[in-house]
Nanobody, 120 residues
Framework: QVQLVESGGGLVQAGGSLRLSCAAS????????MGWYRQAPGKQRELVAA???????NYKDSVKGRFTISRDNAKNTVSLQMNSLKPEDTAVYYC??????????????WGQGTQVTVSS
């Protein structure tokens, strides 16, 4: 059993900052890629930022220079520092991880989502 638990969402004014965190727990052997996705009302879920086990990163163009993804392999965590937030960043943010379990099953796991609301 593997779980991803997110924290850190909330309401912030435009220009403000939030930090999202996600902790993976359970029967984990190894975590490969990790990332953050978001889904706004009426829109498809989209990739915001991703990070490999070796710390290579990839960002959605609209968040480059404002968001920073990081991870701690020893703690099985991934974080997203979001600065200069804009109303269009409002969405439910989901943590994602590609995890190899102790039974050597490889799966794509999701957190429950955390709401980020940016007011203008």
């Amino acid at each position: 059993q593997v779980q991803l638990v997110e924290s850190g969402g909330g309401l912030v004014q435009a220009g403000g900052s939030l930090r999202l965190s996600c902790a993976a727990s359970g029967s984990i052997f190894k975590i490969n890629d990790m990332g953050w996705y978001r889904q706004a009302p009426g829109k498809q879920r989209e990739l915001v930022a991703a990070i490999t086990r070796g710390d290579s990163t990839n960002y959605k163009d609209s968040v480059k220079g404002r968001f920073t993804i990081s991870r701690d392999n020893a703690k099985n965590t991934v974080s997203l520092q979001m600065n200069s937030l804009k109303p269009e960043d409002t969405a439910v943010y989901y943590c994602n991880a590609q995890i190899i379990t102790t039974m050597l099953y490889t799966g794509n796991y999701w957190g429950q989502g955390t709401q980020v609301t940016v007011s203008s």
